[in-house]
């Protein structure tokens, strides 16, 4: 297990590389995902490979989680690990962290009926801190993590999206 000194180390590092070569931080994140059984995904990014599906209800065979799962996943896991990557940099002590994730969504939209909007409704994330540090201390670690948080910016601005179509590869 990481300690917060070894988290830290890690930290600096990674901005003085950063700030000697920028383009060490540029790059190109690529996920493969296949159809395997009806809505049944496997997905692979690098070492990783996961699993999504629907559930039965859906049309699914409710084997692995739904997509909304792994991207509210995606958003509570990365502002958690951003908290205690900001938390060790600042050298804020944090002895639990947790983050709820929940997202108000309407299904009308994704079946395209009755002119609903596709997408979540709102999105709210309650973060749970245990930590001796003073309450100024802990909300700097917070809204440091928060402005430069990479999935709370896909969550909370548009992005472009492009799509490229290869048909019969």
């Not at 180390?9 to 790059?27: E, H, I, M």
């Not at 050298?91 to 909007?117: C, F, H, K, S, T």
């Amino acid at each position: 297990m990481q300690t917060r000194n070894e988290i830290k180390a890690a930290f600096d590092r990674k901005v003085n590389a950063l700030s000697l070569r920028p383009y060490v931080g540029q790059g190109t994140a690529r996920t493969s995902v296949r159809i395997v059984d009806g809505l049944s995904c496997e997905i692979q990014d690098g070492p990783w490979k996961l699993f999504a599906d629907m559930s039965a209800r859906s049309g699914g065979n409710g084997q692995g989680p739904d997509p909304g799962v792994l991207g509210r996943s995606a958003l509570g896991s990365c502002l958690a690990i951003s908290y205690v990557l900001w938390a060790s940099r600042l050298e804020v002590p944090i002895d639990a962290l947790e983050v709820d994730v929940e997202a108000d969504y309407d299904a009308r939209g994704m079946y395209g009926w009755d002119e609903v909007e596709a997408g979540y409704l709102e999105v709210r994330y309650t973060v749970r801190v245990s930590s001796p540090a003073p309450r100024e201390a802990i909300m700097e670690v917070l809204d440091l993590a928060d402005r430069h948080g990479s999935y709370l910016a896909v969550f909370g601005k548009p992005q472009r999206v492009v799509r490229e179509v290869l048909l019969n590869p």
